[in-house]
């Protein structure tokens, strides 16, 4: 049976907006409790963690920024003529969705090698949220070797997108900053981590 648009949004209310799929034929799935032996999804519910709006704020070498969202966004404009200002108003913005709607009004910009770097710019952000952040770390060794998929329906890059086909580029990068910090665990075991955790956690 069809669901009509009233049942959908009832769903995605209830659910997540990740929880509603449009398949390639057009027609409409409603889904619920997404992770399987194999994949972890992220976007909301547990594994939120992963998610650039999340709360964990982090430092680097540009300062401190609430999310990593604002200092996502921050770097689109770091140029050899910043707008100071703009800086100012993404790493003040009060949301993380607002860091997002001031960095699109002022998208023309941006730094001329903006899509070239973009995606180490991201990896830079999410090594250094784990890094400071004992909880993202545990949740992100809790995932095991499963595949890290941002199940947004919006956005087809750094996410699955509309039909579950996107790069997913978000999740291949938490899965390279999970790989990095377990070889770096390998060789120094973190003294706070105790063996029957670490066999747990798969290290």
């Given amino acids: 049976m069809i669901p009509t648009v009233t049942e959908i949004e009832k769903h995605m209310e209830e659910h997540g ?10 027609t409409v799935e409603l889904r619920v409790g997404l992770d399987t032996p194999t994949q972890v999804f992220f976007y909301e519910h547990d594994f939120y963690v ?4 999340s ?22 404009f770091l140029t050899d003529k910043p707008n100071t200002q703009l800086l100012w108003d993404i ?10 709607k001031i960095a699109e009004r002022h998208k023309d910009e941006r730094r001329p090698d903006w899509d ?18 004992e909880y993202v770390r545990r949740k992100l ?16 890059y ?5 039909h579950c086909d996107g790069q997913n580029m978000l999740g291949l990068l938490w899965m390279r900053v999970r790989n990095e910090m377990r070889s770096v665990l390998e ?12 066999a747990a956690l798969g290290l």
């Avoid at 709360?55 to 689109?76: D, Q, R, W």
């Avoid at 790493?91 to 997002?100: G, I, K, Q, V």
């Avoid at 952000?125 to 952040?133: C, D, E, G, M, V």
Wanted: hydrophobic content about 35%; cysteine-free; overall charge negative.
């Fill in 17 to 26: 907006q990740h929880s509603v799929r449009i398949n390639t034929d057009g």
């Fill in 50 to 53: 992963f998610s650039n709006f």
């Fill in 55 to 76: 709360a964990f704020s982090l430092k680097n070498e540009h300062g401190n920024f609430p999310t990593s969202e604002h200092a996502y966004h921050y770097a689109k």
């Fill in 91 to 100: 790493r003040h913005a009060p949301s993380a969705h607002e860091a997002f």
């Fill in 116 to 133: 070239d770097v973009k995606a180490d710019v991201m990896f830079d952000i999410l090594r250094t949220k784990a890094a400071q952040h």
């Fill in 141 to 156: 060794f809790a995932t095991g070797d499963r595949e890290l998929i941002e199940n947004s329906w919006r956005d087809d």
């Fill in 158 to 162: 750094w996410g699955w997108g509309p």
């Fill in 187 to 198: 060789a120094a075991p973190d003294p706070f981590i105790d063996a029957a955790e670490r």
